[in-house]
C-alpha cells in the first residue's frame, strides 16, 4: 500500500508539475512577472539568471512536501514532494543541460523524443519578447511543434 501511495503521488507530482509550469509560464512568467523571466529570454554573460528564482521557488516546495509527508506518514504527499524534485532534474536535464547548455558538459542523442522537446523549446526562444509567444510546455510536445512532425 505504501509504495502504491508513493507512486501515485509520484506520477501525480511530475504529471500536475508539467501543467502547472505550463500555466505559469505562460500566464505568468509571459504576464506579470515578465521582468523576472526576460532574463532568461535576453540572457546576458552571467551564469546565474533571476529566471532562476522560479526554480529555486519549486525547488523549496517540493522540500517541503517531501519533509512534511514524509514526517507525518504521508506516502502520498512524499510521493508528490518526490515527484516534483525528479520533475525539477529532468527539467534542469533537458532545459538547462541539453537545450541551452548551461553546463559545459558534451550530451548527444539523437531520441526522437528528446529532439521533438528541444525543437519545440527552440520555437518558444525564437520569440525574445513578452508577446507573441508560444511552445510553453516542456515534456509534453503538442504535434504542431514536433521536428519533422513525427
Ligand atoms: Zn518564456
Ligand atoms: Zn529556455
Not at 506579470?32 to 526576460?38: A, G, P, R, S, T
Request: charged content about 15%.
Amino acid at each position: 500500500m505504501i509504495i502504491l501511495l508513493l507512486c501515485m503521488g509520484l506520477i501525480i507530482g511530475i504529471v500536475c508539475m508539467e501543467f502547472l509550469s505550463y500555466i505559469i509560464h505562460r500566464f505568468i512568467m509571459h504576464g506579470f512577472l515578465w521582468n523576472i523571466h526576460k532574463t532568461h529570454h535576453k540572457h546576458g554573460k552571467n551564469f546565474f539568471e533571476l529566471n532562476d528564482v522560479f526554480s529555486l521557488f519549486f525547488a523549496l516546495v517540493s522540500m517541503c512536501l517531501s519533509i512534511v509527508g514524509y514526517t507525518n506518514g504521508d506516502y502520498f504527499l512524499f510521493g508528490i514532494g518526490f515527484g516534483i524534485i525528479i520533475y525539477g532534474f529532468l527539467y534542469f536535464f533537458i532545459h538547462d543541460i541539453l537545450i541551452h547548455k548551461r553546463v559545459k558538459i558534451s550530451v548527444r542523442t539523437k531520441n526522437r523524443y528528446i529532439q521533438h522537446i528541444i525543437h519545440a523549446h527552440k520555437i518558444h526562444h525564437s520569440m525574445i519578447d513578452k508577446f507573441p509567444s508560444q511552445s510553453f510546455g516542456l515534456l509534453w510536445v503538442p504535434y504542431k511543434y514536433r521536428k519533422n512532425r513525427g
